[in-house]
């Protein structure tokens, strides 16, 4: 089994930054891929960005130059910088991790970014 914990979400001003962690443990592979995803009030949830274990990134079109993807394999954990925050980033914001053909979730942090 595999255990994600993000954390770092909050409320704040537009323009402003927020960095999220997420957390892996569990049976963890060597390769897999670690992510972003969200979930606006009223909406589905989108795809922000993924990172695999050597460091390829791939973004959603809406958070390029703003959002930044890192991770530290060798402390399972991925963080996700956020810069120039947008009122129409707010939402629940989900670690994925994607290994073997599964899918795995966090239970979100909710990042709520005010007008």
């Known amino acids: 089994q595999v255990q994600l914990v993000e954390s770092g979400g909050g409320l704040v001003q537009a323009g402003g930054s927020l960095r999220l962690s997420c957390s892996a443990s569990?049976?963890?592979?060597?390769?897999?891929?670690m992510g972003w995803y969200r979930q606006a009030p009223g909406k589905q949830r989108e795809f922000v960005v993924v990172?695999?274990?050597?460091?390829?990134?791939n973004y959603a079109d809406s958070v390029k130059g703003r959002f930044t993807i890192s991770r530290d394999n060798a402390k399972y954990t991925v963080y996700l910088q956020m810069n120039s925050l947008k009122p129409e980033d707010t939402g629940v914001y989900s670690c994925?991790?994607?290994?073997?053909?599964?899918?795995?979730w966090g239970k979100g942090t909710l990042v709520n970014v005010s007008s």
């Open positions: 994925n991790l994607f290994q073997f053909g599964m899918n795995y």
């Open positions: 569990g049976s963890i592979s060597s390769t897999n891929v």
């Open positions: 990172i695999g274990t050597g460091g390829s990134t």
